[in-house]
């Protein structure tokens, strides 16, 4: 009950927020929503599986050029274009997870961080269509969905609020079902849960799709909402990132993704104002989070009383 | 020119990617072989090697009016201990801290790449910076050809090295076989062989792990470093330049079996002729892709490497 309040209340505070907050934050607000969408996608596998992906760039850039190539490439409209992103990006998960899952630990690692180095090169690689570093910008007309004006600023908050919604409640939901708690016994003890009876593999895979498929809509939507695609967000650095939104947020909290995607993007932009080398506030907040803080923020409060935080 | 000398050439150029992958390579080999963790920040000790060469050779230069032979050779010495003592400096302030948990360690040690690129921005800046090789010949190469119906050596334009190059490749082959020796017949291998087989045994038998992990670390980012100072001659130092090493290391390091040295030296003169003669002759990325999938799939369908036997990890 309290966890359903808390739920509802952040969701109301991200309504408030769009008629109390200055235009430059609510821009900043719509793009964090976003992106969260991502990190709680990713937080499915690291936080609560206990796998560590360092490719989940992959899914997000499926998302992204799945929605972006159909529209520019094959003029499809917003609706179907977003069917073949969320497509794409579920198979693309389904055939790198089901390779990856035969090995573990650190193997696990290389072997996701090999697989989306791959597909930023061929991104690269097909530059004809992606125009490689330098993207495409996806033209305004294409950008509406149910008559709806996207590129309008107060259409494009929501938009990215309710997606966030939709991804933040039923994330909760499957976390708490039956699902989600097989998932927490892996995490902890793979070898008891597989002694009784879990078909252990399987349900990795399962939450590998899953939290593909959520990836990719954060991709698809940062697309069709912001019109520009570019292959920055295949690289390597777009799969550090969402494990730095999480580990600073709460890894295996539902609201720990918002909270590291919140403070990480305000520290980096501020930042970002000052030196050019601001990837290097992303460096220090790495390492100073695995030495002094590895259970992140939501994860913490959990640990010092609020037990019932979900 | 036609192909055979075509050929010869990217084989050179190769030899060069090869000697110099194998001493970066060998250094991740070394620390994952031992303190079983992943370095994800080692191409960032490659690139302190080849800023720390430009640094310290325009420096003598502009001190002391050194010419670029001393420069080198100053490089040669300092680099690698320099890159060294600030892998130390990380290995006793970070990993050390979080007990080398695997997967922690690769976490912080993407930090530690972060800190490292990005301080190199701040004080070296974003430009390529060249380092004068110590000598340079030109070094014309023969190639038969068939004159008037009889064989005989002839010299096509273009087609030739430098002294400089063949230099690095037998430095890189010196160092190759004093990590033999340190390994195989000092005490301080002795040592380190000890703590890679069993760390617990190796502390009961009062072998101070700790330290052999702090000197490993160093030695493997001092291996990185030297690497640097061969090619950076030839490269120019930029501070993203630790990208393709890592990549190309860990490429190596798979393959050749993970944590095995000897296994690794093979895999790099494999890895490092292929790419010479792969991109020549076809599109670097497309290499880079097939080659990137490759190392997926041999992690996939053989965990142990090409090379490796099955072993504990």
Do not use: C
């Not at chain 1, 709680?40 to 690291?46: E, I």
């Not at chain 1, 003890?189 to 879990?198: H, I, K």
């Not at chain 2, 006793?92 to 993407?110: K, M, Q």
């Amino acid at each position: 009950m309290k966890a359903w309040l808390l739920h509802l209340g952040v969701l109301a505070l991200l309504v408030l927020a769009w008629f109390v907050l200055p235009p430059y934050h609510t821009g900043n607000l719509a793009r964090i929503l976003v992106l969260a969408v991502y990190a709680q996608g990713f937080n499915l596998v690291f936080g609560y599986a206990g796998l560590l992906s360092l490719g989940h760039a992959l899914f997000f850039a499926a998302g992204l050029y799945g929605l972006g190539l159909s529209i520019q490439q094959f003029g499809l409209p917003a609706l179907p274009a977003i069917g073949v992103a969320l497509f794409f990006s579920a198979a693309v998960a389904a055939v790198t997870g089901y390779l990856a899952l035969r090995t573990r630990g650190v193997a696990f690692m290389i072997v996701t961080l090999m697989f989306a180095q791959t597909g930023y090169l061929v991104v690269l690689y097909a530059g004809t269509w992606t125009r490689g570093d330098e993207g495409f910008v996806i033209a305004r007309a294409a950008r509406t969905l149910f008559g709806l004006d996207l590129a309008d600023e107060r259409i494009r908050y929501f938009a990215a609020l309710t997606l966030f919604a939709i991804v933040f409640l039923s994330l909760a939901a499957l976390v708490s079902s039956g699902f989600g708690r097989s998932l927490v016994a892996i995490r902890e003890n793979e070898e008891r849960a597989r002694l009784l009876g879990y078909d252990v593999q399987r349900i990795k895979w399962r939450a590998i799709i899953v939290s593909g498929v959520v990836s990719g809509a954060a991709g698809a939507a940062y697309a069709l909402l912001f019109g520009y695609a570019g292959a920055t967000f295949a690289s390597v650095q777009y799969s550090i990132l969402p494990l730095l939104w999480v580990l600073l947020g709460g890894p295996g909290t539902t609201i720990g993704p918002l909270i590291g995607t919140v403070f990480m993007f305000y520290l980096v932009d501020f930042a970002s104002e000052i030196t050019d080398a601001y990837l290097l506030l992303v460096g220090l907040a790495l390492i100073a989070l695995t030495l002094f803080l590895p259970r992140g923020i939501a994860g913490e409060l959990r640990r010092r009383g609020l037990t019932w935080l979900p | 020119m036609e192909f055979g000398p075509h050929l010869v050439l990217a084989l050179l150029e190769g030899s060069i990617t090869a000697a110099v992958l194998a001493l970066t390579a060998a250094g991740l080999a070394l620390v994952f072989g031992i303190l079983r963790v992943v370095n994800v920040a080692h191409g960032e000790f490659f690139m302190l090697g080849a800023v720390l060469a430009w640094f310290i050779s325009t420096t003598l230069a502009e001190a002391f009016g050194a010419g670029p032979a001393i420069g080198f050779v100053a490089a040669l010495l300092l680099a690698p201990p320099a890159t060294a003592l600030v892998a130390i400096a990380a290995d006793r302030l970070v990993l050390r801290r979080i007990g080398y948990d695997p997967e922690r360690t690769i976490v912080a040690t993407i930090g530690l790449l972060y800190v490292l690129q990005q301080a190199t921005l701040m004080s070296f800046g974003p430009e390529a910076r060249p380092v004068e090789p110590p000598f340079n010949t030109r070094i014309a190469l023969p190639w038969p050809e068939r004159v008037d119906g009889s064989w005989a050596l002839g010299w096509p334009w273009g087609f030739g090295t430098t002294s400089y190059k063949l230099f690095v490749i037998v430095a890189a082959v010196a160092v190759l076989v004093g990590l033999w020796l340190l390994l195989r017949h000092t005490r301080l291998g002795l040592i380190m062989r000890a703590t890679e087989q069993d760390r617990d045994m190796a502390r009961a038998f009062g072998i101070p792990v700790t330290r052999v992990y702090a000197l490993v670390f160093g030695l493997g980012a001092a291996l990185a470093a030297l690497g640097a100072v061969l090619v950076v001659p030839i490269q120019q130092a930029h501070y993203l330049m630790g990208g393709d090493p890592l990549l190309l290391s860990f490429i190596v390091v798979i393959i050749g079996g993970l944590g095995s040295v000897g296994g690794t030296v093979v895999a790099a003169v494999l890895i490092g002729l292929t790419d010479g003669v792969v991109s020549v002759f076809f599109s670097a990325t497309l290499a880079k892709i097939i080659a990137t999938l490759l190392v997926a799939m041999v992690l996939v369908f053989r965990p142990q490497g090409l090379f490796g036997k099955a072993s504990a990890r």
